[in-house]
């Protein structure tokens, strides 16, 4: 706890110490920018007469991310989109969902001319259809549409003065929302299972978007949320992806998500992927 409480603590006050840069050098205009990209990324194995085992699969994803951000003089307004759904078939076995989440951001924030802003958020985050256990036979149902669904209202500091790079700290609240798989949402001290939870706490967020070569993205998000009673329990999601762009359609991604939330399991969670894609922009990419 003391730990976590120190990275808190020491970020908190980097960004609030963080010189801000001059603004009165900069014509700062109106702008809206748009961003919408869709991508579909491929894994396949075929085997005819392989006498040295295995057998034939096939793994798909597709990506939907954009939004639109507002770039004021007063005031930031940035929303963010990110939906993904994907399967994968292996031999003669039924396809199975690898990929189901539907994440969507507002932060608004007010320029006042520290080296950090206020802010605003508000984060919605659910499956975008039925999530099966498929270690179970047959597969278990574990998740649906907003069952569960996370909202998240946060309010504190945010940094954004360098560029690819977006941080903040600030007081958040949590709420749960289940209908069927009410274990999400349920209050142990309590005999009946409920449906809808509420926590307040801590929420920090690192967004980060880098062009580490000519040809190679690398972009890194990293949620932590805590609540008052038990500080020393945090959920955490990072969520990062290398994108190695061949040419203006075709790229490779490598990605790996990190999940640790104890109401879902006492486990970390983790996910990586190595994958072909093709990429359509229809406007350009935010920051």
Aim: glycine share 6%; net charge positive.
């Amino acid at each position: 706890m003391k730990r976590i409480l120190f990275l808190f603590t020491t970020l908190l006050l980097f960004i609030t110490n963080v010189p801000a840069q001059n603004k009165d050098s900069v014509i700062v205009v109106d702008l809206w920018v748009p961003a919408a990209q869709i991508g579909l990324n491929l894994s396949q194995i075929s085997l005819n007469n392989w006498t040295q085992g295995g057998d034939n699969s096939l793994t798909w994803t597709i990506i939907l991310s954009g939004g639109i951000k507002h770039l004021g003089s007063d005031w930031n307004f940035r929303n963010n989109l990110k939906a993904a759904y994907g399967r994968t078939k292996l031999g003669s076995q039924d396809f199975r969902t690898n990929d189901n989440e539907l994440f969507f951001e507002t932060v608004l924030s007010k320029n006042i001319k520290w080296a950090v802003d206020p802010y605003f958020s508000n984060s919605i985050r659910t499956s975008i259809t039925t999530g099966y256990n498929y270690k179970k036979t047959p597969p278990e149902k574990i998740a649906d549409f907003f069952d569960p669904g996370y909202v998240t209202q946060g309010v504190g500091f945010t940094y954004d003065k360098l560029s690819g790079f977006i941080a903040r700290v600030g007081f958040a609240v949590k709420e749960t929302f289940t209908n069927r798989f009410r274990q999400y949402s349920d209050d142990t001290s309590t005999t009946k299972l409920e449906a809808f939870k509420v926590e307040t706490g801590l929420e920090s967020a690192l967004n980060g978007d880098f062009q580490i070569m000519e040809n190679v993205q690398f972009k890194s998000s990293l949620r932590l949320f805590t609540r008052y009673e038990r500080l020393d329990i945090w959920d955490v999601r990072w969520d990062n992806i290398v994108t190695a762009k061949v040419n203006k359609l075709i790229n490779v991604n490598f990605a790996v998500l990190l999940i640790y939330e104890k109401k879902q399991s006492v486990y970390t969670q983790l996910k990586q992927s190595l994958q072909l894609g093709i990429t359509y922009s229809f406007f350009e990419v935010l920051n």
